[in-house]
């Protein structure tokens, strides 16, 4: 397999004589693949799964009103746009903000939140499996919107995070599994606005509070046990900050000690920015702070700005660990009363004309505040994935 050393060089001299894009290509073309020089095991078996990641889906009243049609309720429209982000990837979570009710209870928004399920049909059927349910907002209709919630999820091909149905239901570790590589996720909520379940029903909503924090670090400590990697979705943060608090640095420092590979928070309704953290021990966890909202009648450019998260986790004959991570706009669109998210690539100055909440809006004016708060200096409409600063040590030594 190895190319004669003077045989290479009188190949490179004379590709030198041709015009630089076939050069780099027929260099390309002879020289070794890095893996092949850092000599890898010849049967690695190497398993990817491809973790996607969105924000707020708040479901205000014109959201709602904007889904009724002569056929009832459809809201397939606000992911349409989407729906190609979505292709390849294995875990696709959203933050649902809001739960559902029963069309007798009475569909309400703001301030104390209740929709149609039919919202949960349109995120099955865009592909959405993991619906993180531990919000501020969970218990806005108390137990039985709850449960009404819980019954309509765990009737869908969807992971539930963040609620519980019991006390022994709060125990389990939500998982997904790809060929033999684990992934544990968990949700829990800082808040639930004042409202508390009965006494004995606690187990209801996941809280993350000083309180709960020997029992979540048991919780985590299993989940780590029958798993991999471990991606927490805590709600957490300061609404519409586009800086990450005191209360997210404590608890990602708290999530990075008892093993969180990935962080991924929800609640602020604005972006925040995504980085490596590593702790005191060692360990490394990617956390986005805040995806910000995914599909809100919020109406600034800050909140109608959210971010799509993207990460690769790989297991090989080294281990389970993150590859890289991006993160890449998208932008909740409304015009003529209809509501609909694109990624920003997608999106348009013609477009944006037409935008009902926000005027005289550009594509590059959304880009600007996407990396002003980002801090991401790529100078590119698409960030590149971004990959970590330590590579696991045998993708190091690659000479
Ligand atoms: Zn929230």
Request: negative net charge.
């Amino acid at each position: 397999m190895k190319t004669d050393k003077k045989t290479l060089a009188a190949l490179i001299v004379s590709a030198a004589l041709l015009v630089c894009a076939a050069a780099l290509a027929i260099f390309e073309l002879l020289a070794p693949a890095p893996e092949a020089m850092a000599g890898p095991p010849e049967e690695s078996d190497s398993v990817t799964i491809e973790l996607f990641a969105v924000g707020d889906n708040l479901m205000h009243g014109p959201l709602i009103k904007s889904g009724l049609g002569a056929e009832g309720y459809n809201f397939d429209g606000f992911y349409e746009h989407i729906l190609p982000q979505l292709e390849g990837m294995d875990i696709k979570a959203i933050n649902q903000e809001t739960v559902f009710v029963s069309p007798d209870m009475g569909y309400t928004g703001y301030p104390t939140f209740g929709g149609p399920a039919e919202v949960g049909d349109a995120l099955v059927k865009a592909g959405f499996n993991v619906i993180e349910q531990a919000s501020n907002h969970s218990y806005d209709k108390r137990e039985e919107g709850l449960r009404f919630t819980m019954d309509y999820w765990r009737s869908q091909p969807v992971t539930l995070l963040g609620v519980n149905s019991s006390a022994e239901d709060a125990l389990r570790v939500d998982k997904f599994t790809k060929d033999g590589f684990t992934v544990a996720l968990a949700n829990y909520t800082y808040s639930l606005n004042g409202l508390a379940p009965p006494q004995g029903e606690e187990y209801l909503v996941n809280m993350m509070d000083d309180e709960a924090r020997p029992a979540i670090a048991e919780q985590l400590a299993r989940a780590k046990a029958e798993s991999d990697l471990l991606v927490v979705f805590p709600h957490w943060g300061t609404e519409y900050d586009t800086e990450p608090d005191d209360f997210q640095r404590d608890w990602l420092k708290f999530f990075n000690e008892n093993g969180a590979d990935v962080i991924i928070g929800a609640h602020p309704h604005v972006l925040q920015t995504a980085e490596e953290y590593i702790g005191e021990n060692g360990h490394k966890t990617v956390v986005f702070y805040s995806l910000g909202n995914f599909i809100s009648n919020q109406d600034t450019l800050a909140k109608e700005l959210g971010g799509m998260a993207r990460v690769t986790l790989v297991k090989d004959d080294f281990g389970a660990r993150v590859r890289d991570f991006s993160l890449e706009p998208c932008f909740t669109h409304v015009s003529g009363g209809k509501y609909t998210v694109y990624p920003l690539e997608d999106y348009t100055d013609e477009l944006a004309r037409t935008h009902s909440k926000l005027g005289g809006l550009t594509v590059q004016a959304i880009y600007d505040e996407f990396y002003r708060i980002t801090g991401f200096e790529t100078g590119k409409f698409r960030p590149e994935r971004t990959p970590l600063t330590q590579p696991p040590a045998e993708e190091r030594n690659i000479e």
